[in-house]
């Protein structure tokens, strides 16, 4: 009679604590680790005048590695994120016919990020968030010619704004498709070397970028 009671009173108390850690496990709490590709288009911001039949911009394909740590507040998910990334945009000089940018004929070097995120919980496995922080990149100078890189960049400093959603798949794996905008107000040239830098002071340069991600969290 006691050894059944006891397996009873063990039996409600696994019940009872079966759907509280099912409730305290959550999709998007804890470290996580991601992938990340997609379109890249920087441009010369609505300051800028450059008299020229041409775009004013540079496009080609954004791809790097991003970091994070989300914690699960309930309906709310709060985190912080860094990234790391490159592009393939440049200037397109064709026989002598440059499409004119703002900062001069280039190519899109690194680009670093970090900020924070807040999202809310669509469903268990959906995420809905917004983003925004610190954002640096450089633009590595080319030669007239356009095939030539100095060993000198244009560093620019700004801020970046964001919102995407992440799903979460199988086991810790996630997949994010996200949309950010980057301005850059602040530039010098940074020469290699002992070469002092060159402060080039205000500037206005737009960034739009279109990003998918897929991680593992921890």
Partial sequence: ???????????????V???????????FDGFRVEALAGYDVSQAGSSEDIEAENDES???????????YDYDAGGVVIGVEGEYAGSTAEVDYNNGDVEAFGIGNVSAGRDLYAGARVGV???????VYAKGGYTNATYD?????????????IDTDGYRLGAGVEYALSGNTFAKVEYRYSN????????????PDVDLGEIDLDRHQVMAGFGMRF
């Fill in 1 to 15: 009679m006691k050894t059944t009671s006891a397996l009873l009173v063990a039996g409600s108390m696994l019940a």
């Fill in 17 to 27: 604590a079966t759907p509280a850690m099912a409730q305290d496990s959550s999709n």
């Fill in 58 to 68: 540079i496009e080609g394909v954004s791809y790097g590695v991003g970091v994070g």
């Fill in 121 to 127: 919980k669509a469903n268990d496995d959906l995420l």
């Fill in 141 to 153: 100078i080319r030669s007239v010619g356009g095939d030539t890189e100095f060993r000198s960049d």
């Fill in 184 to 195: 850059y107000s602040d530039a010098e040239i940074d020469y290699e070397g002992d070469a």
